[in-house]
């Protein structure tokens, strides 16, 4: 039974080649088929590329890239009025002109304890004068050089005299766009 279905096979894949091999060749009808326009005769092209000439050509310029750096976690003993935080750092790379701007947003939460229920607040300051009350500020980072502020947390005596006892935490966000 094999044997039969093996030499019936081999016989249909001969007439299959059989079809192919004698097949007549007719160009005529794919004569009068139209030319695409993307392998024209070169003449119809310069025409058309005269014609695109006329029109503003598009391009797209990069996207400038920078490195901002924040200062890392800090630790902040009890009682302490003024500590300095760190070195906001904006360093330009690729495609960084004298006209472009890094504006940086700077926000903080204050002081919560674990517990969810006390909180220290703190005035959060930087170096050219901007400061935040849990509220935002903005730097500006225009230098084709690395410019960098200082950011400093300023608590008042009072508050933390009324704090519970605890560990507490904060968020500083820092988010950034850059533009000409």
């Known amino acids: 039974m094999k044997k ?13 080649c059989l079809i192919s091999a004698f097949a007549e060749e007719n160009n005529e009808e794919y004569a009068e088929l139209p ?26 310029v990069p996207e400038p890239t920078y490195t901002l750096t924040v200062p890392e976690n800090a630790e902040i003993p009890f ?7 760190g070195q906001l750092t ?42 935040s ?15 960098s502020y200082e950011l400093t947390a300023e608590f008042r005596p009072g508050d933390w005299k009324t704090a519970d006892g605890g560990s507490y935490s904060s968020v500083i966000s820092y988010s950034s766009v850059a533009a000409d």
């Open 4 to 16: 039969m279905i093996s030499l019936l096979l081999a016989l249909l894949l001969g007439a299959a």
């Open 35 to 60: 030319i695409p326009e993307s392998i024209a005769a070169p003449a119809e092209r310069e025409e058309e590329s005269a014609a695109e000439a006329e029109e503003p050509a598009l391009c797209s």
């Open 79 to 85: 009682g302490t009025e003024q500590i300095v935080l």
């Open 90 to 131: 904006c360093t330009p790379g690729a495609n960084f002109t004298e006209d472009t701007r890094v504006t940086v947003t700077v926000t903080h939460t204050d002081l919560t304890g674990n517990a969810g229920d006390s909180s220290i607040p703190y005035l959060l300051l930087c170096s050219d004068g901007s400061s």
């Open 133 to 147: 009350n849990s509220g935002a500020f903005q730097l500006i980072f225009s230098e084709s050089t690395a410019m």
